[in-house]
């Protein structure tokens, strides 16, 4: 199966994180918070407009703008 932007999935729907774009405007921060190669993702929910985004890694749960999901590649 291919790997896909983490903006792609829907709530309750989450993957395996196989790599982080070099150039993200957040990189360090979120290799800092767990974004790393093999940690499960999943996408709890996201706000009415659509931003942000909350999401649950390593057991905690964190919102993201949408538009800093697309630089986050998933293996569902």
Do not use: C, Q
């Given at each position: 199966?291919?790997?896909?932007?983490?903006d792609?999935?829907?709530?309750?729907?989450?993957g395996y994180i196989?790599?982080?774009?070099r150039n993200?405007?957040?990189r360090?921060?979120?290799l800092e918070l767990g974004f790393v190669r093999g940690a499960r993702v999943s996408i709890v929910r996201r706000a009415p407009m659509g931003d942000p985004?909350?999401?649950?890694?390593?057991g905690t749960d964190l919102a993201l703008r949408a538009s800093d999901l697309?630089?986050?590649?998933?293996?569902?």
């Amino acid at each position: 199966m291919d790997d896909l932007a983490l903006d792609y999935l829907k709530p309750g729907e989450g993957g395996y994180i196989v790599s982080l774009d070099r150039n993200h405007p957040l990189r360090r921060r979120l290799l800092e918070l767990g974004f790393v190669r093999g940690a499960r993702v999943s996408i709890v929910r996201r706000a009415p407009m659509g931003d942000p985004v909350e999401l649950r890694i390593n057991g905690t749960d964190l919102a993201l703008r949408a538009s800093d999901l697309g630089g986050i590649r998933v293996r569902p």
